[in-house]
């Protein structure tokens, strides 16, 4: 880690924000004095500038059963409304929502007055099929406007969406929509990735009847998309379109009270079980549409925004659908991979639509900048005017190139830290104002309260690591990890009892500008998705060959960490099959286990693990071996020759 941290420290040069880009930003000074001032009559009025409410709210916070916050809770609103009838009603239902590109080249512009049309259908559908307020609705989609009609649709009921990123297999499908009990799934036969049809249908089907299924799923609406061929079943099964085409037209949007759950999310933790993050409705909204205002310095009359997540994701949830909508914004969403079927496709994107705002990961940046500069200067980038990263630390050779080659050497670039838990950005530069050091994610927006400290929850000096905490509550804040609100207090709370714990660690420099150094947990961070060592630990040892499995996150040129893993097999098996062939099946096995995303990039067969008396597992010591390193400390293990047997094993 120092090595990267030196690295971080030697780029010196600042950016200050430009006259031309300061006399038209969103932001100014005052939002952090007012905030300053009165943090929570601050959160009160963006609520009431920003989001419609059928009722509105006295209280602003409640937080006497912390750690359980409500926001706004005597108010009532609805989400779907916000984000769109009330464009319409205010005469912008001409305005483009969505502009999708199909990775096969097909394309569709869609109003909101279309938007809104779509989502009311949906709405009538899913409520003909017996959902209403409460009802957990899985969805398991490729990145298409149906998948954004889908969630808009559920949040309109009162219903909580948990997306499933298509990415993931059908245990992991079948665990969280039983986690969540989920009465209705909407999938996709399948969607377009890499120049074909990727299908998610038969992956529910799978989910939802091999070992003991998912009883509680009534019925499973399928969006007609890559027009593969599935298996129906009738008793089960409905077409998207045939559910939509018979619903009524008209809905009206209900109230709810700003507490209504809106979303789970589920996300990887520090153990073998995915924690299905809570999020509810005005707090949320209230901070998704402010960040997305005035970090993003969204002009919704003339921008074209475009966030590259998936909405299996968080950024997906708050920066592509309920920030940019609440807003109205006019954005881009695209199905496919960025090199399909030509490396330039983003950039061919970026010109085909004029994008104003781009907000993407790290780890994109780092694979384009592999490719060559080349690629993106054969298009026209001019219509950008502001960059954004997220998801991981971006090096500032990264955050160098974007802004020179991608940024046009003049729009501002955002490095916005926060988390799936965070529900909206915490920590990022405001455009306009920021003077931007490349590689800090510069300071806690206003209304939010960070603090850097040691184990013992003092606030460490300048300069100095330590744990990111935050100390105030905060209008996305999640709300509890769904059916274990024990689990929420230990993860979160337990540490610093009066502080939440991010998990990341952090520096302010002599500016008091944050520096974050990525997860002093066993959460790794693999191309800006989150990963668990302990989940991939058990997906290795179910495999009926692994005797034990540890698993680290080792530093990677392109993907900032890649999946390494280092197994024993059991001694009956040792002789039978060869270190390249156990690999390779198990790398298959995580991947049919989680999903593609979890492959390790790389397995070891080894003979022992390193660990410590009380039978721990060094994963310090393992991730010193995989990324080649000198190995550290190993006075605490059993027996320290064992890293010179799994060195030499290795290496
Ligand atoms: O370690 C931090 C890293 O991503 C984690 C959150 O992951 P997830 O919940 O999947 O959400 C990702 C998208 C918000 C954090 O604990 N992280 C996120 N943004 C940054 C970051 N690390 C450094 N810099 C960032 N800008």
Sequence with gaps: MSDTIDNLMHESRRFAPSADFAAQANASADLYQDARRDRLAFWAT?????????TPFTRTLDWTNAPVAKWFDDGELNVSYNCLDRHVEAGLGERVALHFEGEPGDSRDITY????????????????????????????????????????????????????????????????????????????????RKGKVFALKPTVDEALTADGGAPTVEKVLVVQRGKNDVAWDASRDLWWHDALSSAAAEHTAQPFEAEQPLFILYTSGTTGKPKGILHTSGGYLTQTAFTHKYVFDIKPETDVYWCTADVGWITGHSYVVYGPLANGATQVIYE???????????????????????????????????????????????????????????????????FENIGGAHSP???????????????????????LKPGSAQQPLPGISIDIVDEHGTPVGKDEGGLLVITEPWPSMLRGIWGDMDRYV???????????????????????????????????????????TAEIESALV?????????????????????????????????????????????????AEKIGAIARPSRIFIVSELPKTRSGKIMRRLLRDVAEGRPIGDTTTLTDPAVLSVISAQVH
């Design 46 to 54: 963006q609520a009431r500038e920003l989001v419609s409410w059928n």
């Design 113 to 192: 007055a279309q938007l809104t049309a779509e989502v009311k259908r949906a709405a009538n559908a899913l409520e003909s099929l017996g959902i209403s307020a409460g009802d957990r609705v899985a969805i398991y989609m490729p990145m298409i406007p149906e998948a954004v009609v889908a969630m808009l649709a559920v949040a309109r009921l009162g219903a909580v969406h948990s997306v499933v990123f298509g990415g993931f297999s059908a245990e992991s499908l079948r665990s969280r929509i039983q986690d969540a009990a989920a009465k209705v799934v909407i999938t996709a036969d399948g969607g377009w």
């Design 336 to 402: 496919g991979t960025p090199d399909t079927p030509h490396p330039g496709r983003w950039w061919e994107i970026v010109q085909k639509y004029g994008v104003t705002i781009l907000y993407t990961a790290p780890t994109a940046i780092r694979s384009f900048m592999k490719l060559g500069h080349e690629i993106p200067a054969a298009y026209d980038l001019s219509s950008i005017r502001l960059l954004g990263s997220v998801g991981e630390p971006i090096n500032p050779e990264a955050w160098v190139w974007y």
């Design 413 to 435: 670039i955002v490095d916005t830290w926060w988390q799936t838990e965070t529900g909206g950005i915490m920590v990022s530069p405001l455009p306009g104002i920021t003077t």
């Design 490 to 532: 230990d993860t979160y709370w337990a540490k610093f009892g009066d502080k939440y714990f991010a998990g990341d660690g952090a520096r302010f420099d002599q500016d008091v500008d944050l520096w974050l150094l990525g997860r002093v947990d066993d959460v790794m961070n693999v191309s800006g998705h989150r990963l668990s």
């Design 542 to 590: 179910d495999n009926h060959i692994v005797a034990e499995a540890a698993v680290v996150g080792a530093a990677d040129e392109t993907t900032g960490q890649a999946v390494v893993a280092f197994v024993i097999l059991k001694a009956r098996d040792v002789e039978k099959i060869t270190p390249a062939e156990a690999s390779a099946m198990l790398r298959q096995h995580v």
